[in-house]
Nanobody, 124 residues
Framework: QVQLVESGGGYGQAGGSLRLSCAAS????????MGWFRQAPGNEREFVAV????????YYADAVKGRFTISRDNAKNTVTLQMNKLKPEDTAVYYC?????????????????WGQGAQVTVSS
């Protein structure tokens, strides 16, 4: 079992930056593909970013490409989402997720473990 806890986020202004962290416990995440998803009110959960278990490969949703950066520190068992050039449409609850190795995927159903979510609110 892997337990994931998100922190950071909160309130930001358009054009500003926020940082989300995901702390894992229970197992080392070094063998897990890690992803970030988000869900805005009334919308389905959507893919944001994913990073391979080695950290060598990343993939982003078009909506955040060039603005968000996913990274991981396997020694610290953490994953981070740096969010720059924020837009009001980035407002959502952000979830950290883990998937045991496998190929990189953007599908939420293919992730095994989820955090409880962290609210990000961006004002215009």
């Amino acid at each position: 079992q892997v337990q994931l806890v998100e922190s950071g986020g909160g309130y930001g202004q358009a054009g500003g930056s926020l940082r989300l962290s995901c702390a894992a416990s229970g197992r080392t995440i070094s063998g897990y593909t890690m992803g970030w998803f988000r869900q805005a009110p009334g919308n389905e959960r959507e893919f944001v970013a994913v990073i391979s278990w080695s950290g060598g490969t990343t993939y982003y949703a078009d909506a955040v490409k060039g603005r968000f950066t996913i990274s991981r520190d396997n020694a610290k068992n953490t994953v981070t989402l740096q969010m720059n050039k924020l837009k009001p449409e980035d407002t959502a609850v952000y979830y950290c997720a883990a998937r045991w190795r496998g190929v990189l995927t953007t599908l939420a159903d293919e992730f095994d473990y989820w955090g409880q979510g962290a609210q990000v609110t961006v004002s215009s």
